[in-house]
């Protein structure tokens, strides 16, 4: 064409957000997870991808995009991070799988947020973690009325808190004057998800790093993200669907595939077949491919 | 939980027009082009995710809705479809793919404007497409500035209305008062998209209803739309890209292979690696998504 080729128009934050989620379900080999080359029969490799677009509306919550048209005004901080994960999770549900992608929108929204308020650091989410309040944390229980979450039971004298009693857990929240950040620090100890909350999303981060540095099909780079991840510590969904010792023995298995002694596809086929998901690291990486869109990785 | 299961928020139109292009690009095997197994070097399948959600603003202003929120006022046809189509193809463009889906975006663009205007339809959507504008043809054009598009050489006397042009073609454009139909009944003989907008959409809403015939995962079906189509008529992007002759015989493959006598995953290998990719029956299969999702195919 005799014209100069006129731009393309950016992603918003709210599309680099439910790309990260996509990009993050495309990458394969990822050991015992749904990718493009592997599913359950009822949960499937489109139940994610229906996942990531129905969240939309909610992470426009988050990112202050309101209506995500790149030249519509944003409208900053209108809802807390609380509603706007509860709103991804509504949206996100609108699918026949279940739960696809609540842990990944856990760690997604805050980082969202935080890209918002110009600072998308590990003290920047910090910050958003800081400034939690009671309401996100009754909207984060709200949540769990949209779709079965797999969790544990809670710890002893914790009952009133379970948050598989949904809006019933409310009253007890309010009560106890808990925040966003004061529930997900009582669960980090046994929930990788909170961990990264209380923890400046250290290993969301540090996958994002892995991402940003690594070369080839982002999607690629994403997976052995993924490994990395699983060697290093056991995921904590693995342990809570089955045991600390799977947890354990999947690290391990991991840790063999990342250094070349096991086929990682061999494996990824073996931990499917045993219905074993680490998912946990899942969510921990559709993090770090938001960071690293956000940081200008380009698909 | 206790509580009552809280309903998912419903996808809104732009979300499904996103993921019809996500689901069509999913789908395997559709012999000759990407899917989930199957890619080129430089058309990844993250690139038709990445182009899927990249294209959620310029959906929005065809679907009258603030980009995804439910609860943000919708604001009709604020635009016309000419300018919601290259919009859209502009926030495609961001993935370094190149083209992915402006052959999809042209089918399932005036299907938004269609279905927001309440009659989804070939009736509906023929009057969409009768109510186009000169400046819709405009806008037509411009998109065109924005990815590299396979097309034939203009007709003899069609130099000045060459697409390739893009904006320079504009003047031409408006000093013969041509609408956005009248620009498409002039490639209907050689363009199957440019058919489906001057035909009422026939192929189109005949996939559709292939699709909420069928059984199982909405992918499958699509893919077995897919190889119906293909069997149905030469496509044209193949006619463009190759010849003619290269599209009659991917069409006899293409019903061997419905017919049961050619693996479709073998005829999926050979088009793939000699090139031959059957661009508009994917376009087709993208707005046949698009149809069956509004009338209430789950996923």
Redesign the interface.
């Known amino acids: ?12 934050r ?2 680099r957000a ?2 990260a989620l ?2 993050e379900v ?1 990458g394969t080999p990822k050991p015992g997870n749904v990718d ?2 592997r599913e359950y029969p009822d949960l ?4 994610f ?2 996942g ?3 969240a ?2 909610g992470l ?2 988050a990112a202050g ?6 030249d ?1 005004p944003g409208d900053g901080e209108r809802v807390g991070v609380g509603r706007a994960f509860e ?1 991804a999770v ?7 799988g279940g739960n696809t992608q609540f842990g990944a929108l856990l760690v997604v929204v805050p980082l969202v947020r935080a890209a918002t308020r110009g600072d998308l650091s590990p003290d920047g989410v910090a910050g958003v973690v800081a400034d939690t309040t009671v309401a996100d944390a009754a909207d984060f229980y ?1 949540a ?4 079965d979450v797999a969790v544990d039971d809670p710890p002893e004298g914790m009952a009133e808190l379970d948050v ?5 857990a409310v009253p007890a929240i309010e009560e106890r004057g808990l925040s966003l950040r004061d529930v997900m620090s009582r669960s980090a100890d046994r929930d990788g998800v909170a961990r990264e909350w209380v923890g400046g999303f250290e290993r969301t981060f540090g996958a994002a790093r892995r991402i940003e540095a690594g070369e080839g ?3 690629d780079r994403a997976a052995d993200a993924f490994l990395d991840l699983l060697a290093s510590e056991p995921d904590t969904f693995v342990a809570t669907q089955h045991d600390p010792t799977t947890a354990r023995v999947v690290r391990e298995r991991a840790s063999a595939a990342r250094d070349g002694e096991v086929d990682p596809e061999r494996l990824a086929e073996k931990l499917v077949s045993k219905g074993i998901n680490p998912g946990t690291t899942a969510d921990l990486i559709a993090g770090g491919l938001y960071v690293a869109l956000e940081r200008g990785v ?2």
Do not use: K, N, Y
């Open positions: 064409m005799t014209a100069d080729r006129r731009p393309a128009v950016e992603r918003t709210t599309q439910q790309l996509a990009l495309c493009r080359r499937r490799f489109e139940h991808l229906a990531a677009i129905g939309g509306a426009a919550l995009e309101g209506h995500g048209a790149p519509a709103r509504a949206g996100m549900s609108d699918q026949e709200r769990f009325e949209h779709v598989r009693r949904g809006a019933d099909p982002v999607p380009t698909v």
